[in-house]
């Protein structure tokens, strides 16, 4: 009797941060020194989709990103990621039922693909290792009531600790944790990606030319020479995950946004307070914090609230959040400082993998607003827009979504 | 018998902080929430030049900057000055010497000059409050034994905190104080200008297409609303301005790097921080930045120690500090990531008021430098460089400089 195929397939999401995560108290535990709390973005838009493959014709544990192999280094978070779901499967499936099939002594082989290319400046690490640990743990029927999210993000957390925070749609908070070992260092829902349905998520891509600091190189450096850090730590960001909860769960926009904003600026200023200093965001960066200042300026004045918040991760790209109501206004504000020709514009959306923002109309400003607060940049400052909502957490995928073939290799190779 | 012509002319310098001055605990009499620490440059370059000339065929005081009127109104900076040195005078002289001529019931005219343009992006309201200060202490005779520039630095104090800085040559210290009235937040002197001959100062003119936040409105804002600047003033500027006199007095040119570089990052640190955010520095900004760490940093694997410290005001220009023997090569690292044509980069120097620095030499790089850590701008990025030294402190003028003509009005008018 020949084996059968052992195989999943799964995408998940990217989520993008309120609250920051800057900082580990260990760094092979992928411990954090504070909480934080994001937002899952639409799987529809951005996603990363993994294949794995157990099989006893495998020579050894494989992988390839994109079509192209990265070799699992001894030691390697990856290789702690698959050795970890490999114990899991042992414990709660293996050793529980003789007769289960004793996957955890095969190789894997996996394949694993993100929509959105390198150039969008968005990271994949988080959707990545989501994905990853998702597909197996259907691999290894590791799924609820043997395990819950909650559970497998104790593993993410050990391949990039933000991805933790993928295996959840809607509004997740990571939980630092206080045990040496991890045990509590996970990712808990707060709300779910119906609660918010009026949210939307805009990403502006940034150009930019220097690479910037890696965020894991960069948070440590931030940890070993910022003054402020510890401050930050110890009295900001515990307060402002209290502020943030009940800001969501209230659906209370005006908190959120105003939390968001600064903690953003927050993480950013303990990044300028290391030595040397690192910055991730550029004169284009600046010019947009402008626009949404002064948009919600002019909004607070009226006694309408705020209308949109910013924030940035480890790069120059924005995410801005804004409600159903204000999404229109926020796209016409970009538009009119960041110029596209209409065709490329749609172009550069379509080939970075988000939705379509709606640009067919009359770039404008609101009433009362200041034009002078940025200048009108010239046409790729902005290289695209990615418009997208609040999405739910990692999917099983059908069998005709495997990026593995027949073969056990991926049906799309790169040199 | 006529009245004689009661007339004093001085000249003041710029400072340019190590540790930052950002946030007054009292407003009014601007006290701030932290000690700060200076370097005064020479007045050789950079200078405010003061007349002040008191007489009763004067209607009331009256002010011109730069030949154009500044009214003097009711309650203003100015007024205070003003106001407070005619007291002292009072006090000090007339009330021990009934022979004394009563100038303190006398209205003043007063001219004041600045040497360098505003285009230039400097701070001049140090150095004009320092110089306005000193020309009416020479005119009111309120000079040593009766007076010490520390007691004259309380009331330039409260024409701009920083000014009080500028009353000494070389490294000088604004200690915060403690008392409500401000008696004891005044400067002092670390070191005079003869005690670190070896030091230089460049100052790096960045062009900005935008008007940043005035440093008065940005600071009160930080002090509302920065979650992180309370630590900076209880915890990290105490330590700093210990390690700074000490790294003076010793000439101890690694850590006065180490910590002025750490300082300018702070500053701006909390500054971000801020509610909406405020930025000093943009792209070039960060350029020259990453010039110097790169620069350091080959410099310090080589065991040869810092060889530059970059600080930043409330603006985009660095002020560059570093020794003789350095001077030549950071000089051809900048002009090499921001060229000039070599004529109108003279031209740009004198029209600055600078020291003309020598870029008749090739633009290169150390030996394992990292070119690529910043692109060479266009031409005009950086629109000069103004080299100079540390300096003295006010400087009375013969009576051939006043600036005030026979009817005791400027000489120059600008309408």
């Known amino acids: 009797m020949s084996e059968p195929i052992y195989e999943a397939t799964a995408s998940a999401p990217v989520n993008i941060a309120v609250i920051k995560y800057w900082g580990k108290r260990d760094t092979s535990l992928i411990l954090p020194t504070n909480s934080s709390l994001s937002v899952t973005l639409s799987q529809d838009h951005l996603r990363s989709t993994t294949t794995s493959r157990a099989s006893s014709s495998f020579d050894k544990d494989r992988l390839w990103l994109n079509g192209q192999e990265d070799v699992i280094k001894p030691g390697s978070r990856l290789e702690t990621c698959i050795r970890e779901m490999k114990k899991l499967r042992k414990e709660l499936v293996e050793d529980k039922d003789a007769n289960a099939p004793k996957l955890s002594t095969l190789p894997v082989h996996i394949a694993s693909y993100n929509n959105f290319p390198t150039a969008a400046g968005l990271a994949s690490s988080a959707s990545g290792f989501a994905a990853l640990v998702s597909s197996l743990a259907h691999l290894y029927t590791l799924t609820p009531p043997l395990t819950s999210p909650s559970t497998l993000s104790l593993i993410a957390r050990q391949g990039s600790g933000s991805a933790c925070r993928s295996l959840f749609g809607g509004f997740v908070a990571w939980e630092m944790g206080s045990t040496p070992t991890g045990t509590d260092s996970l990712a808990v829902q707060i709300a779910d990606e119906a609660h918010w349905p009026e949210m939307h998520a805009l990403i502006c891509v940034v150009s930019d030319d220097k690479k910037g600091t890696?965020?894991?190189?960069?948070?440590?450096?931030?940890?070993e020479?910022?003054?402020?850090?510890?401050?930050?730590?110890?009295?900001?960001?515990?307060?402002?995950?209290d502020e943030m909860i009940r800001a969501i769960k209230e659906k209370d926009f005006d908190s959120f946004a105003r939390i968001t904003m600064a903690d953003s600026n927050s993480f950013?200023?303990?990044?300028?307070?290391?030595?040397p200093p690192i910055f991730y965001m550029n004169d284009v960066s600046?010019?947009?914090?402008?626009?949404?200042?002064e948009l919600n300026r002019v909004s607070l004045e009226k006694g309408e609230g705020y209308k949109a918040a910013y924030t940035y991760d480890a790069g120059p790209n924005a995410v801005i959040y804004t409600l159903d109501k204000n999404v229109k206004e926020v796209i016409q504000l970009i538009v009119k400082y960041f110029p596209?020709?209409?065709?490329?514009?749609?172009?550069?959306?379509?080939?970075?993998?988000?939705?379509v923002a709606d640009i067919n109309q009359v770039a404008q400003v609101p009433e009362g607003f200041n034009e002078k607060v940025a200048v009108v940049r010239e046409v790729g400052a902005v290289k695209g827009l990615i418009h997208t909502k609040v999405g739910d957490g990692p999917r099983r995928l059908g069998d005709e979504e495997s990026l593995l073939g027949k073969d056990g290799f991926p049906k799309t190779l790169v040199a």
Chains 1, 2 share one sequence.
């Open 340 to 355: 596209q020709k209409a065709g490329e514009f749609k172009d550069n959306l379509q080939v970075l993998g988000g939705g």
């Open 225 to 241: 020479t910022s003054t402020l850090l510890q401050h930050r730590i110890k009295d900001v960001v515990p307060r402002r995950m």
């Open 268 to 275: 950013h200023a303990v990044a300028l307070d290391t030595e």
């Open 286 to 293: 600046r010019a947009i914090i402008a626009l949404i200042v």
């Open 214 to 223: 890696s965020s894991t190189a960069g948070m440590q450096r931030t940890v």
